[in-house]
């Protein structure tokens, strides 16, 4: 019976906060929004498939607590121009073979391209145009789950997702089952330097968001198949 009820209380898993300062940022630094992608030696800027280079909202490097993926750098470019909700294709039961290229209609290709790189050396020499370069500051979070399983919903990376509506898990191509990594809430707004197209369907003339302002649930290949082995869950 004791061991029942232990097993029926939620693991606390280990999860930070991640916090945008304030103070706009003049030299690379690996935990930002926007700035200087610290991208493989292999990698181009990601571009969307109209050929326009896509923003990056942040990257940040990944606390060495956080299973599977800890000292790895995330990062998160999405287009500008193409500002909508992620649908997963299936084939078999999984994501379709490379799915972070994959269709993804209307779309030809995804119009977002989330990096997960364990080789990552030097900066971009360019910093990303639009979306204004601040700051990341990664801070330990209980995420204790409440009665209901679901976690602290915020802009985290590990810990317990906050669902706002079914749990959605994935396998990926490669048949790995994806693990929950990061968490960007509803709504999150991303300063932008003023005079630059606005971005489709999004709420401020100066903010860019993410999948519609959806929040953002990343699920992440713990087997590491490809660097862009992440699926963006979207619920609102
Ligand atoms: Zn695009
Ligand atoms: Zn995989």
Redesign the pocket.
């Known amino acids: 019976m004791a061991e029942n009820s232990v097993r029926d209380i939620p693991a606390v898993l280990p999860a930070h906060i991640i916090e945008v300062g304030t103070v706009q940022l003049e030299r690379p630094a690996r935990n930002s929004v926007g700035g200087w992608p610290f991208l493989d030696d292999a990698d181009d800027w990601p571009e969307?498939?109209?050929g326009?280079r896509?923003a990056l909202f942040f990257q940040l490097d990944i606390p060495v607590d956080i299973q599977h993926f800890g000292g790895d750098h995330l990062m998160v470019f999405h287009?500008?121009?193409?500002n909508d909700a992620s649908d997963a294709e299936l084939a078999d039961g999984r994501l379709v073979p490379r799915y972070w290229d994959a269709p993804q209609p209307p779309y030809p290709r995804p119009?977002w391209r989330i990096l997960l790189q364990r080789n990552v050396a030097v900066p971009s020499p360019e910093a990303e145009p639009s979306v204004r370069a601040l700051p990341l500051t990664l801070s330990p979070l209980v995420d204790t789950p409440n009665s209901r399983g679901l976690g602290a919903q915020a802009f985290k990376v590990g810990g317990t997702p906050s669902w706002a509506q079914d749990p959605e898990s994935y396998a990926c191509a490669c048949g790995s089952e994806l693990v929950y990594l990061c968490q960007v809430p509803e709504s999150m707004e991303f300063a932008v330097h003023p005079g630059l197209p606005e971005q489709p369907y999004s709420v401020g003339a100066d903010t860019y968001n993410l999948f519609l302002a959806n929040e953002v649930y990343l699920l992440a290949c713990p087997d590491h198949c490809d660097p862009a082995a992440v699926w963006p869950v979207n619920q609102n």
């Open positions: 969307c498939f109209r326009e896509m287009c500008r121009s193409h119009f």
